[in-house]
């Protein structure tokens, strides 16, 4: 039986996460409106067969589906909320498990760079597919296991806060999220961030 590492909903994705996801997925485009899954699955084989179960229920289209040496993670997106919602309800069905039975976020670094160099941020602009750090900026720097919940987090960051969506992983042994702007608008980022994983309720690894 597949473990449930994790499981979110997106309800609407903003239209920076939107495109910055869509640069890099191999799968369906994804555009601003849409809501999302993301489901993290350990063997990552298992993911395979939870991604045709949700495919062939409804008419969600997968944005992303990576199979690693351990984990296994798939991104499946529509218009239409309900129809993510119903492909979630029967990967849940398929498990015998409960939104609640997945593992909880853990935090494993949080901080703020003030007033980025702009040398640093030429060189983490060279490594991202997202907006561009100017120098001067205020960065928030996030990793957080399993690695799928950095999606959720940084769509509702984008969704509150005035800030620019540097780099996402959502994927490997730890999500990451980049992002960037003024002090003000990266502190309120960074706690609605802490407060958007807080609410997400599972298991202790």
């Known amino acids: 039986m597949a473990e449930l590492r994790a499981y979110c909903h997106i309800d609407r994705m903003q239209p920076q996460f939107a495109s910055l996801f869509a640069s890099s997925c191999r799968g369906f485009l994804s555009v601003e409106g849409m809501a999302s899954l993301f489901v993290e699955v350990l063997p990552g084989v298992e993911i395979n067969r939870l991604a045709d179960i949700s495919l062939k229920v409804t008419n969600a289209k997968p944005g992303e589906m990576i199979v690693e040496r351990r984990y296994g993670m798939m991104e499946i997106h529509s218009f239409e909320r309900e129809e993510i919602l119903h492909a979630g309800q029967m990967i849940l069905e398929e498990l015998?498990?409960?939104?609640?039975d997945r593992i909880a976020p853990s935090i494993l670094s949080?901080?703020?760079?003030?007033?980025i160099d702009p040398y640093q941020a030429v060189i983490i602009n060279r490594n991202s597919k997202g907006m561009l750090i100017l120098g001067?900026?205020?960065?928030?720097?996030?990793?957080?296991?399993?690695?799928?919940?950095?999606?959720?987090?940084?769509?509702?960051?984008?969704?509150h806060c005035d800030v620019r969506l540097v780099d996402i992983r959502f994927?490997?042994?730890?999500?990451?999220?980049?992002l960037a702007g003024s002090e003000s608008e990266v502190q309120a980022a960074a706690q609605k961030i802490a407060e958007t994983l807080k609410?997400?309720?599972g298991q202790k690894q």
């Open 96 to 100: 015998g498990l409960k939104e609640e």
């Open 110 to 115: 949080a901080s703020i760079i003030n007033k």
């Open 136 to 159: 001067g900026d205020d960065v928030y720097l996030l990793e957080v296991t399993p690695a799928a919940y950095s999606s959720i987090a940084a769509n509702e960051a984008e969704k």
């Open 171 to 178: 994927f490997g042994a730890a999500g990451r999220i980049y």
């Open 199 to 201: 609410e997400l309720k």
